[in-house]
């Protein structure tokens, strides 16, 4: 029987014929901390964009006798399948607080692409089908009638079910990132390229300008922008708002880092031959000279959507940015304001665990794409 063949490497050659971006791809393949960080934000994503299928209750769906109530791990057994048991609340009646224990007796039973509250998705179809929740829930009733509930990550103040509403708060949260990145790659690529082509007079003043906005501390400037927003704003518009103010303040790093970019390759044959066949400055500069470090610009942007994804976070958490009934991780952790609440119910710190997850994420896929953009890596 003839011995295996082992695949020889490819050869130098084949690899210099690659593109700028099969290069990149081919090297971004082998950090492997970055391509799991990428499958697990796809995987974010497509749970923000589905969040109706995904959420096992509607996002203002509350039960109030069931605030908060802990988590509910699902189980399994042979008769109930995957189950919880049903929590009975007690309440001390000298201190009046409210804890809840396991009715061993009663279970709730759960399952996958079970019906549930009825919605309408994206605007194209209304479905009643969720990808988790209570099995039959018009069979599975308490003793006075109401349908049983469970809550995987527990309840918060008004029994509404963290975990619907940490899915529909990653839809905003997250979103707020990409727009405005969007935001700023337009301001930091064309006011960055401008000054770093122009030069002279232009390029003074551009600098001076971004030297000034670096000069304000962040925090303080993003809570005077928040405070200005009024206050009976509808939610959409104020989720705009923060989308604006987060862009106008983070275009500077990404504007000085495409201004070096130009400044380094406006002298170069290929843009003096472009000039001299009559090519237009606009042409130039968007044409040829960008395109030549357009990884380093990903790079750049992907690195930045974190820092607008705190930025939400923080301006929420502080009560200045988005307000109810909008659901955020940082609208949510404003009822980790009080010290004991958080004591005592440490089930509501749960978006900062998404938040810190997310975070991580973007810096790892930030760290693997400027490794497969530098020219001179060896991987």
Not at 129 to 148: C, I, M, Q, S, Y
Not at 283 to 299: A, D, E, K, M, W
């Amino acid at each position: 029987m003839p011995a295996a063949v082992t695949p020889a490497p490819p050869s130098e050659s084949s690899i210099s014929t690659l593109s700028q971006w099969a290069l990149i791809r081919r090297r971004f393949a082998h950090h492997q901390l970055a391509v799991a960080s990428l499958y697990l934000l796809a995987v974010l994503y497509v749970i923000a964009l589905g969040a109706e299928f995904f959420a096992p209750y509607p996002r203002q769906w509350r039960d109030l006798a069931r605030a908060y109530c802990p988590p509910q791990l699902p189980r399994f057994s042979p008769e109930h399948g995957i189950y919880v048991p049903a929590m009975k609340r007690q309440v001390d009646p000298l201190t009046f607080k409210k804890s809840y224990i396991e009715d061993p007796a009663q279970v709730v039973e759960l399952g996958v692409f079970v019906r549930g509250h009825t919605y309408e998705f994206w605007g194209l179809f209304t479905w009643d089908r969720h990808f988790f929740g209570v099995k039959d829930p018009e069979e599975n009733l308490r003793a006075d009638g109401t349908p049983r509930t469970f809550f995987y990550l527990g309840a918060d103040k008004y029994g509404q079910d963290i975990l619907s509403r940490l899915i529909y708060g990653s839809r905003i949260s997250l979103s707020v990132g990409l727009v405005s990145i969007a935001v700023t790659f337009l301001l930091g690529v064309t006011i960055g390229g401008i000054s770093g082509y122009v030069g002279g007079g232009v390029d003074n003043f551009i600098q001076r300008v971004i030297e000034v906005i670096n000069a304000f501390p962040q925090i303080p400037l993003w809570l005077a922008f928040g405070a200005v927003l009024p206050a009976d704003w509808s939610p959409l518009s104020t989720y705009f708002a923060i989308t604006l103010v987060l862009s106008l303040l983070g275009w500077t790093g990404l504007a000085r880092v495409v201004r070096g970019k130009i400044l380094s390759l406006r002298e170069e044959d290929y843009a003096m031959a472009a000039r001299l066949l009559g090519a237009s400055h606009t042409r130039v500069l968007f044409r040829h000279l960008l395109p030549g470090f357009t990884s380093h610009i990903i790079v750049v942007l992907t690195m930045s959507v974190p820092a607008m994804i705190l930025g939400e976070t923080s301006l929420s958490f502080l009560q200045l940015g988005l307000r109810p009934p909008i659901v955020s991780w940082g609208v949510m952790l404003q009822d980790c304001l009080s010290i004991q609440t958080v004591a005592n119910y440490p089930w509501l710190l749960m978006p900062v665990v998404l938040i810190v997850l997310t975070v991580l994420c973007f810096n790892f896929l930030g760290d693997g794409l400027r490794d497969a953009a530098d020219p001179y890596s060896t991987k």
